[in-house]
């Protein structure tokens, strides 16, 4: 069973607005024991294993043989996860947002003025 | 409009606020350096970084990311494209402008340079902008970083499940059937198109009906000239060769500069598989005589195009 849609891990970690760091994967298992150990995280090298091998299924059968339809997309489904568990990452999709309006709002407050500065000028 | 007006009025009028003064400059500055529409242009690239921070844009089940593609991969070789191997495209209404087709073509330089000039080609120069899908070999899909861009990029493991999933989707795939026997060959073996495989990817072109587009690409050959192998390095690393060329690794990074060769993509007329019936896909006769015939179209115009090129550079 499947829903529709690819999720690759990178992009549900940043749905999660979690910060991510790439590293090989021998050293992963070293820092990942690190991690344990410290208590800052709580996943096995196997679970590490089975999210970086990707995989698809193929949901051609559930559809027409089982005729079941999946209510909720891939993405639909993890955003509701994360809802539930993991809010308030530090990468937060609504904090980026806020980041985002600020940041246009001011270049548009800057070439407003730049744009009365020019209409001073011909007038 | 007053003529009496003295030119200085806007000072006048906003008297010497050092800060306001400041901003209005930057305004000015944002606007010369973004042109007219600065406000939609910010507020479109903040909002691409934005989806891409969060995590908000489509991969397709082959890990394909049309939007990093078209904004930052392409942009990225564009360059090359235009400017240093001034690639000319010929023949790109031989490319189907929808539905599925194999694009077969010649592989050379080194590096698997040609098949992202080939993509660009494609995606440029057609009036339907396609994105060629293409078929790597699985040693792109161990290293990292490159795994990771081909993926994106639109490349998935030459294999058959694959191949026939995309083409059934009406995918334009592109495979170079070479091999590392094509880019990895000496200098001196220029132009000579090595083994097609097994004709795997005719077979698959034939049970999916869709049509060959042989592709001969001109130029990717002199970019890195083979002369030589590091052969006990290439099989401590896993690797198919390390390369020697006249200027890598003599000349460290600097040798990976690509030498500025001219480069032609010729596509030629499709050779229609639809009529053969899927049965034939396993006929071994029928696959071998359409890999061959493929496999001469591209060498006889390989040699057209050398003689009507001339110089390698120009």
């Keep these: 069973m499947a829903g529709d849609g690819i999720l690759l891990l990178s992009q549900a970690v940043r749905r999660a607005g979690r910060p991510a760091l790439p590293l090989p994967s021998m050293a992963s298992s070293v820092v990942g024991s690190w991690l344990r150990r410290a208590n800052l995280a709580s996943f096995s090298p196997e679970q590490t294993q089975?999210?970086?091998?990707?995989?698809?299924?193929?949901?051609?059968?559930?559809?027409?043989?089982?005729?079941?339809?999946?209510?909720?997309?891939?993405?639909?489904?993890?955003?509701?996860?994360?809802?539930?568990?993991?809010?308030?990452?530090?990468?937060?999709?609504?904090?980026?947002?806020?980041?985002?309006?600020a940041i246009t709002g001011g270049v548009q407050m800057l070439t407003s003025m730049g744009r009365r500065r020019e209409g001073g000028a011909d007038g | 409009m007053a003529d009496e007006t003295p030119p200085?009025?806007?000072?006048?009028?906003?008297?010497?606020?050092?800060?306001?003064?400041?901003?209005?400059?930057?305004?000015?500055?944002?606007?010369?350096?973004?042109?007219?529409?600065?406000?939609?242009?910010?507020?479109?690239?903040?909002?691409?970084?934005?989806?891409?921070?969060?995590?908000?844009?489509?991969?397709?089940?082959?890990?394909?990311?049309?939007?990093?593609?078209?904004?930052?991969?392409?942009?990225?070789?564009?360059?090359?494209?235009?400017?240093?191997?001034?690639?000319?495209?010929?023949?790109?209404?031989?490319?189907?402008?929808?539905?599925?087709?194999?694009?077969?073509?010649?592989?050379?330089?080194?590096?698997?340079?040609?098949?992202?000039?080939?993509?660009?080609?494609?995606?440029?120069?057609?009036?339907?902008?396609?994105?060629?899908?293409?078929l790597g070999a699985d040693l792109a899909f161990r290293l990292p970083v490159i795994a990771d861009l081909a993926r994106k990029s639109g490349t998935t493991l030459a294999c058959t499940e694959d191949t026939e999933r995309l083409l059934d989707s009406g995918q334009l795939v592109g495979v170079w059937p070479e091999g590392f026997k094509g880019i990895g060959k000496p200098y001196t073996e220029r132009y000579k198109l090595q083994r097609f495989g097994r004709g795997g990817f005719v077979s698959a072109a034939v049970r999916t009906g869709a049509p060959i587009v042989p592709c001969s690409i001109v130029g990717a050959e002199e970019i890195y000239p083979l002369i030589g192998n590091v052969e006990p390095l290439a099989r401590l690393l896993g690797l198919p060769y390390v390369p020697v060329t006249p200027t890598f690794p003599w000349l460290g990074l600097l040798g990976l500069v690509p030498l500025p060769s001219k480069w032609i993509i010729q596509f030629g007329s499709p050779i229609p598989t639809d009529e053969l019936g899927t049965a034939a896909a396993d006929d071994p006769m029928l696959v071998f005589d359409l890999t061959d015939r493929v496999r001469e179209t591209i060498q006889h115009t390989l040699y057209a195009l050398l003689t009507e090129r001339g110089s390698v550079f120009r």
């Excluded at chain 1, 997309?73 to 980041?99: K, N, S, Y």
């Excluded at chain 2, 995606?123 to 899908?133: G, Q, V």
């Design chain 1, 50 to 101: 089975f999210l970086t091998y990707g995989r698809g299924v193929d949901t051609t059968k559930m559809r027409t043989e089982l005729g079941f339809t999946p209510k909720h997309t891939t993405a639909e489904a993890f955003d509701a996860f994360v809802q539930a568990r993991c809010r308030d990452g530090l990468l937060d999709p609504r904090r980026i947002e806020l980041i985002e309006n």
């Design chain 2, 8 to 134: 200085d009025a806007a000072d006048v009028r906003t008297p010497a606020n050092p800060l306001d003064e400041v901003l209005e400059l930057l305004g000015e500055l944002v606007r010369t350096a973004l042109g007219p529409d600065a406000d939609s242009r910010v507020a479109e690239g903040l909002s691409f970084i934005r989806r891409r921070l969060t995590g908000d844009y489509e991969v397709d089940l082959f890990g394909f990311d049309e939007e990093l593609t078209e904004r930052v991969l392409m942009p990225m070789v564009r360059p090359l494209y235009k400017y240093w191997f001034r690639v000319e495209v010929r023949g790109i209404e031989n490319v189907p402008a929808e539905g599925a087709a194999l694009l077969v073509a010649n592989h050379s330089g080194t590096i698997p340079i040609d098949s992202l000039m080939t993509q660009i080609a494609v995606h440029d120069e057609h009036p339907a902008r396609r994105h060629l899908r293409m």
